[in-house]
């Protein structure tokens, strides 16, 4: 893995990915941050050496480099899941890759199903701990030493400090910000009433697909790390209605102006 990753900096390096701050994971529905970009470059995955493809269609697949809020940083335009057949090491292979760029501070965004029923679709949660249930980790193979600890430390995975930044901006512009517990499960198939059930018992607010991989390896790589959910749907068991993909997509494109205004304000202020 170190010959890919060396092999992969040193491509974007020469298109010009050079000294980036911050990266930027944008989950389903969430890639309008890129219009407030000055992109410098930008790259399709298929045309990275080593890097995976984006298969997800509402997943735009592109590498992205450029200023915002006057910091460089490096932006996934669409995410790899567990669900597309890729491994855990596919999934978080860019972070690795961000990270040897240069980037200390990893932003996230998803899409997700609110648990707590507090919660309403088209609201943000900032992620404050996690629990993984897709049945691995991205850290479970033969050599991971030579790239960080392989025993990481993942009893505060989010930055406390940066998530208590990302709060008083809420505060100072309005946006109603919960803070909770992520789950993320593998999928791509929904839950089931019983999951949904199992899911508030164990304590999620909020469940998705995705994330948790990309977050444990940041941790990995001691890149201090910021997630905020877009809550698409609202899971309660007792009164199911069966999914609508479009109107996820919609509901988070509804709810992506203020997770946009929330990334660059602090984005500014790191």
Request: hydrophobic letters at 40%; one cysteine or more; glycine letters at 8%.
């Amino acid at each position: 893995m170190i010959k890919y990753i060396e092999e992969t900096v040193e491509f974007l390096q020469k298109k010009g990915f050079e000294n980036p701050e911050i990266g930027i994971i944008l989950g389903t529905g969430l890639g309008q941050l890129i219009s407030e970009i000055e992109v410098i470059n930008e790259v399709s995955y298929n045309h990275i050496p080593n890097f995976p493809t984006a298969t997800v269609e509402f997943h735009k697949g592109k590498l992205i480099y450029g200023k915002l809020e006057g910091k460089n940083v490096v932006v996934m335009q669409g995410r790899f899941h567990l669900y597309e057949g890729y491994t855990l090491q596919d999934v978080t292979y860019p972070v690795r890759i961000m990270h040897k760029l240069g980037v200390k501070t990893l932003l996230v965004s998803n899409a997700s199903g609110a648990v707590n029923l507090n919660f309403k679709k088209g609201e943000l949660m900032l992620i404050d701990d996690h629990i993984n249930l897709q049945g691995s980790s991205p850290l479970a193979f033969k050599g991971v030493e030579q790239l960080g600890s392989r025993f990481t430390d993942m009893s505060a995975p989010y930055d406390a400090e940066i998530n208590t930044k990302l709060e008083s901006i809420a505060r100072e512009h309005n946006i109603n910000l919960h803070k909770g517990v992520y789950a993320s499960v593998v999928g791509p198939q929904l839950e089931t009433r019983a999951e949904y059930r199992y899911l508030k018992i164990i304590g999620a607010d909020a469940v998705g697909m995705s994330t948790i991989p990309e977050v444990i390896v940041a941790n990995h790589l001691e890149l201090a790390v910021v997630a905020v959910s877009v809550l698409t749907d609202e899971c309660d068991p007792d009164n199911l209605k069966p999914i609508n993909i479009d109107e996820i997509i919609a509901m988070a494109a509804k709810a992506e102006p203020n997770m946009i205004l929330l990334f660059k304000k602090l984005i500014k202020s790191l």
